[in-house]
């Protein structure tokens, strides 16, 4: 890493989901309800294409208003409790020198919103996009952000780039290289959207190019260990394994309000040397 960006961090000095809530192990269908449409979580079909919004006109009433709800969605989240948490265990030095070791000589981390959902039809997803844009304005060590969804309308696909988000045109599956250090902002996606990710950057080079800020992996591997024969233990094979290889730091929700958006949400940091050679799960 540059002396210049260094400083900089230092001064701030699946198709289901697995939740915990209160003690009880449950598997969670995708949050976004009925309006999403049905994530393939087959691994052996999952395969990149173009995309693009299934409507084609920009209501300019529709985009002032979702402007105005992120808006005050993200001032909301800026003066609770939970992003004063957040933010007082994100800027704890110990937590920003692992950015600062995976950033090495680059300025800036990409960051990555795979699976954002409908940030017009739900609380959830404002409050993730909310909380990603948050990050991209108290650090200057986070740079361009790229964001995915199938879902996402015209409208809102012009919101987000206004908000200074590019929206992708391929669908990606989860398989972006970490060729450069990436923060992949993923809170509450598919397992199979994990997996492919891990897949795809299974050599300790390209992991150890990755912060994923998501479910916790931790969860995921109890479950499997919980519940005999379910099907996670095969879609999620390449993110099982890599366990032995992430340091997991769980966030707090702090409050009801919060939960559903962040519950079960932590930052991944990946450590392997890099002579490390993986081989098939």
Request: charged share 25%; aromatic share 10%.
């Amino acid at each position: 890493m540059s002396g210049t960006t260094a400083e900089s961090i230092a001064s701030t000095v699946g198709s289901s989901t697995v939740e915990n809530r209160n003690g009880d192990w449950t598997v969670v269908v995708s949050r976004r309800g009925k309006h999403r449409r049905k994530a393939c979580n087959l691994k052996a079909v999952a395969q990149e294409e173009p995309w693009a919004p299934v409507d084609s006109e920009i209501d300019p009433v529709r985009v002032a208003k979702l402007l105005q709800k992120m808006e005050s969605s993200m001032k909301k989240l800026e003066n609770s409790k939970f992003f004063q948490a957040f933010m007082d265990q994100l800027v704890n030095p110990q937590i920003l020198l692992k950015f600062s070791q995976i950033l090495s000589s680059e300025s800036q981390f990409l960051m990555l919103i795979y699976g954002i959902g409908s940030i017009e039809s739900y609380d959830s997803p404002c409050l993730q996009l909310s909380l990603a844009l948050l990050l991209k304005r108290k650090f200057d060590w986070i740079g361009e952000i790229e964001a995915f969804d199938p879902v996402i309308s015209v409208t809102e696909s012009k919101v987000l780039e206004t908000l200074g988000c590019r929206v992708l045109a391929i669908n990606e599956q989860g398989k972006r290289e970490a060729s450069k250090p990436i923060l992949f902002f993923m809170p509450h996606c598919e397992a199979y959207l994990y997996d492919n990710l891990i897949e795809v950057n299974r050599k300790a080079q390209l992991l150890n190019r990755m912060v994923i800020f998501g479910n916790s992996f931790e969860e995921y591997d109890h479950f499997v260990s919980i519940i005999e024969g379910n099907e996670l233990a095969d879609s999620a094979r390449y993110l099982l394994d890599t366990r032995r290889f992430v340091e997991e730091v769980r966030i707090e929700t702090v409050s009801e309000e919060y939960f559903m958006a962040f519950n079960g949400t932590s930052w991944h940091f990946f450590h392997l040397d890099h002579s490390m050679e993986l081989g098939e799960p």
